[in-house]
């Protein structure tokens, strides 16, 4: 007897070369009612699974492939004698391959507004049941779901036979996709429905290896998100070797940041930090004074850019070395002068929206929290003594505070016209990051202002801002102590803004 295919396909890729290879090899292929057609149209021999159960669709196609002439035929032990006298009894014949893919139902639930019952008829039954029997018997079906696989699976027909690697690898990739399915109907109903999220479900797929972790002696890889477009599906890489776990965990550090500043508006990272973040009336200026705040840590950093990077610009960052430059677009005579440099990466990426929940593992298990997206805006905040704030403090109150958010905690920041003059970061005390930012700002600080991550558990670090001259400090405020750090600044005549808000990142 032939052997026999189960073909029953959405998307039709592939599927005529498949169809066409099996029966020149002498497979009988039965299939269902769209895919049938398919192979109709192009004259390949095909039976309807009706002839093959005896019953027909029903219920609009939710029934088509649920019987156990089907399922019995894939599911049947080769090597079991029971198993193969309770097929001949029952009249079912064996199925060898089956090659099926899903109901599009992850593309129709980004559709906006779609009705929930057309998003209901996109949850497939049959398709998932079939792909899970075949993989189960692996070691006797062939189970197909992606029609990059069809050739391979062809080639290795016509030399004999399917490897015993090839079918575990075939039917641990069946099982990821039913597994995909799942989630992405789980996560999709639940924010449809607006119930608890009592399981936490993710699905990724190994984009490439890379060359090491943090350190050349941990392996790592980076993994896409297999349900929503993650930050490397918006990024094109346009000169340079491949990014390495550092320099994607850097990029994504400088666009957040990026992300909440108009342009034209420069980032510079160094080891996940910012260590230098400005404004200018060109995209040019921005850079020049990101740069001026920290020219030492720039060095082998990455930039991030929100404008179009002109040949001027580029002849710019070519006087010093930077690992990375991403922007949205470069200019064509910028990227000569760019590619001067052979071990720079150059990045494109555009319309990059954050995910509005960050996860985290934690030796084993998760913590989620919902992103920091709380933006600080004039008259969201208390002014201490309702002391009057020029136009330019209010900016650079802002400024200071969106940068604060994105340094690690303890964070201190001194900025002036909307450009950082010193930044200190990641002090297990407040007043010690607060001591390097305005050491960095040194003369420079006198005018400027000052943001915290935190509030001042004691009246040190406005203390110390006072000796530099720090015309006005934003911080959350909510100490037990915050009536001594009122008391200083109002000394010192320091203005200070309370924003209510927190910005700790660990």
């Given at each position: 007897?032939?052997?026999?295919?189960?073909?029953?396909?959405?998307?039709?890729?592939?599927?005529?070369?498949?169809?066409?290879g099996?029966?020149e090899?002498g497979?009988?292929?039965?299939?269902?009612?769209?895919?049938?057609k398919?192979?109709?149209?192009?004259?390949?021999?095909?039976t309807?699974?009706?002839?093959?159960?005896?019953?027909?669709?029903?219920?609009?196609?939710?029934?088509?492939?649920?019987?156990?002439?089907?399922?019995?035929?894939?599911?049947?032990?080769?090597?079991?004698?029971?198993?193969?006298?309770?097929?001949?009894?029952?009249?079912?014949?064996?199925?060898?391959?089956?090659?099926?893919?899903?109901y599009?139902?992850?593309?129709?639930?980004?559709?906006?507004?779609?009705?929930?019952?057309?998003?209901?008829?996109?949850?497939?039954?049959?398709?998932?049941?079939?792909?899970?029997?075949?993989?189960?018997?692996?070691?006797?079906?062939?189970?197909?779901?992606?029609?990059?696989?069809y050739s391979?699976?062809?080639?290795?027909?016509?030399?004999?036979?399917?490897?015993?690697?090839?079918?575990?690898?075939?039917?641990?990739?069946?099982?990821?996709?039913?597994?995909?399915?799942d989630?992405?109907?789980?996560?999709?109903?639940?924010?449809?429905?607006?119930?608890?999220?009592?399981?936490?479900?993710?699905a990724?797929?190994?984009?490439?290896?890379?060359?090491?972790?943090?350190?050349?002696?941990?392996?790592?890889?980076?993994?896409?998100?297999?349900?929503?477009?993650?930050l490397?599906?918006?990024?094109?890489?346009?000169?340079?070797?491949?990014?390495?776990?550092?320099n994607?965990?850097?990029?994504?550090?400088a666009?957040?940041?990026?992300?909440?500043?108009?342009?034209?508006?420069?980032?510079?990272?160094?080891?996940?930090n910012?260590?230098?973040?400005?404004?200018?009336?060109?995209?040019?200026?921005?850079?020049?004074?990101?740069?001026?705040?920290?020219?030492?840590?720039?060095?082998?950093?990455?930039?991030?850019?929100?404008q179009?990077?002109?040949k001027?610009?580029?002849?710019?960052?070519?006087?010093?070395?930077?690992e990375?430059?991403?922007?949205?677009?470069?200019?064509?005579?910028?990227?000569?002068?760019?590619?001067?440099?052979?071990?720079?990466?150059?990045?494109?990426?555009?319309?990059?929206?954050?995910?509005?929940?960050?996860?985290r593992?934690?030796?084993?298990?998760l913590?989620?929290?919902?992103?920091?997206?709380?933006?600080?805006r004039?008259?969201?905040?208390?002014?201490?003594d309702?002391a009057k704030l020029?136009?330019q403090?209010?900016?650079?109150?802002?400024?200071?505070?969106?940068?604060?958010?994105?340094?690690?905690?303890?964070?201190?920041?001194?900025?002036?016209d909307?450009?950082?003059?010193?930044?200190?970061a990641?002090?297990?005390?407040?007043?010690?990051?607060a001591?390097?930012a305005?050491?960095q700002?040194?003369?420079?600080a006198?005018?400027a202002?000052?943001?915290?991550?935190?509030?001042?558990?004691?009246?040190?670090?406005?203390?110390?801002?006072?000796?530099?001259?720090?015309?006005?400090?934003?911080?959350?405020?909510?100490?037990?102590?915050?009536?001594?750090?009122?008391?200083?600044?109002?000394?010192?005549?320091?203005?200070?803004?309370?924003?209510?808000?927190?910005?700790?990142?660990?």
């Amino acid at each position: 007897m032939n052997p026999r295919a189960l073909l029953s396909v959405s998307d039709k890729t592939n599927l005529d070369e498949l169809a066409h290879g099996l029966v020149e090899l002498g497979w009988e292929i039965i299939s269902t009612g769209g895919t049938a057609k398919f192979l109709h149209e192009r004259k390949i021999p095909v039976t309807l699974i009706e002839s093959v159960t005896g019953f027909p669709e029903i219920l609009s196609g939710r029934v088509k492939t649920l019987h156990p002439k089907i399922f019995g035929g894939i599911l049947a032990l080769r090597d079991d004698p029971k198993h193969q006298s309770e097929l001949a009894a029952q009249a079912i014949q064996k199925i060898d391959l089956v090659c099926v893919n899903f109901y599009p139902f992850i593309e129709a639930a980004k559709i906006p507004n779609l009705p929930e019952a057309q998003l209901i008829e996109e949850i497939d039954i049959g398709g998932p049941s079939l792909v899970r029997a075949a993989a189960k018997n692996f070691q006797h079906v062939i189970v197909l779901t992606d029609p990059l696989d069809y050739s391979g699976v062809l080639e290795e027909l016509r030399r004999g036979g399917v490897s015993e690697t090839t079918r575990r690898r075939l039917a641990l990739k069946a099982f990821a996709k039913v597994a995909e399915l799942d989630i992405a109907i789980y996560q999709t109903l639940q924010e449809r429905w607006d119930l608890p999220r009592e399981r936490l479900f993710l699905a990724y797929r190994r984009a490439h290896e890379l060359r090491y972790g943090e350190n050349p002696h941990q392996r790592a890889a980076l993994y896409q998100n297999a349900l929503v477009p993650g930050l490397s599906s918006h990024i094109e890489v346009l000169w340079g070797k491949e990014l390495s776990y550092n320099n994607w965990l850097d990029t994504e550090s400088a666009l957040a940041l990026l992300n909440e500043l108009a342009p034209p508006a420069c980032v510079i990272i160094k080891h996940n930090n910012p260590c230098g973040v400005a404004r200018g009336k060109t995209l040019l200026e921005a850079y020049v004074r990101a740069l001026e705040c920290d020219p030492v840590s720039a060095f082998g950093g990455i930039v991030a850019l929100n404008q179009t990077v002109s040949k001027e610009l580029a002849e710019k960052l070519n006087e010093i070395f930077l690992e990375i430059i991403v922007a949205p677009e470069f200019a064509p005579d910028a990227l000569p002068i760019l590619h001067q440099k052979k071990d720079r990466r150059l990045l494109r990426c555009k319309d990059l929206a954050f995910p509005k929940e960050t996860l985290r593992f934690l030796s084993g298990d998760l913590l989620a929290q919902d992103t920091d997206s709380i933006v600080i805006r004039e008259g969201s905040w208390q002014v201490l003594d309702g002391a009057k704030l020029t136009e330019q403090e209010q900016r650079d109150l802002i400024f200071a505070f969106t940068v604060c958010k994105h340094v690690k905690s303890n964070a201190i920041v001194v900025a002036k016209d909307e450009a950082t003059l010193g930044i200190g970061a990641g002090q297990t005390n407040r007043v010690g990051s607060a001591r390097i930012a305005l050491t960095q700002a040194g003369e420079k600080a006198r005018g400027a202002v000052l943001a915290s991550d935190g509030f001042f558990p004691f009246p040190d670090t406005v203390e110390l801002a006072a000796q530099y001259g720090i015309a006005a400090i934003i911080q959350p405020g909510g100490s037990v102590r915050d009536e001594e750090a009122f008391a200083t600044a109002r000394k010192h005549k320091i203005k200070m803004v309370l924003t209510g808000v927190r910005h700790f990142r660990h």
